[in-house]
Structure formats: C-alpha cells, structure tokens
C-alpha cells in the first residue's frame, strides 16, 4: 500500500518562513512526478510546484518566485521551502506522487499565516 505522508505544516507570521516535507513509502517502484497542491476554504485545490524524476522544478501560481521545491530520489520525498509567506498562503497543502501511472494523495498538512 502506497503513503504519502506530508510534514512540517503549522503557524508563522506574515513575512516568515516554513519548510515542509513529504515522503513516499509503501512501493518498490520509483516515483515519477511528485508535486505540491494547496487549497484554501472555499477554493480549488491548485499545484504550487512539481518536479519530475530527473527534471527541473516547476513553479505555478502566486507563490512563483517565494518558493523553492527540492526532491530525494533515494528518499521518495519531496520538500517545499515557503519564503515572504502572506495570510492569502493560509491553505492546507497536499503532496501528490505519481507511480506508475496513478497519483496517490497525502492527507495534507495546514499551513497557516498570521500574526
């Protein structure tokens, strides 16, 4: 069975920052695209970063150029650094894995902004 465990979420006041994690057990096959998606009350769920095994980042959205998205191979684990964060960043945030064709989903860790 596949987990897709988030870590790391919490409070911080505007203009700080916050790293969380994501780690990926439960298969003997690698990951291809893992990503971050968050989602706020009352608004869709949207992908704030990705990466592909072996490729680059990706960065979508308002938090382009706050964020910071870093990947372990050898760990299955994917990380977000979250810089300047603001209260719009309030949402919980969700770690998606593609294996072999199907994404598996992490139960999502809050993040919260404010003062």
């Known amino acids: 069975q596949v987990n897709v465990v988030e870590s790391g979420g919490g409070l911080v006041q505007p203009g700080g920052s916050l790293r969380i994690s994501c780690e990926v057990s439960?298969?003997?096959?690698?990951?291809?695209?893992m990503g971050w998606y968050r989602q706020a009350p009352g608004k869709q769920r949207e992908l704030v970063a990705a990466?592909?095994?072996?490729?680059?980042?990706e960065y979508a959205g308002s938090m382009k150029g706050r964020v910071n998205v870093s990947r372990n191979n050898a760990r299955s684990a994917l990380y977000l650094q979250m810089n300047s964060l603001k209260p719009e960043d309030t949402a919980v945030y969700y770690c998606m894995a593609n294996i072999r064709g199907r994404d598996y989903w992490g139960q999502g860790t809050q993040v919260t902004v404010s003062s």
């Open positions: 990466m592909r095994s072996g490729g680059g980042p």
């Open positions: 439960g298969t003997i096959y690698s990951t291809n695209v």
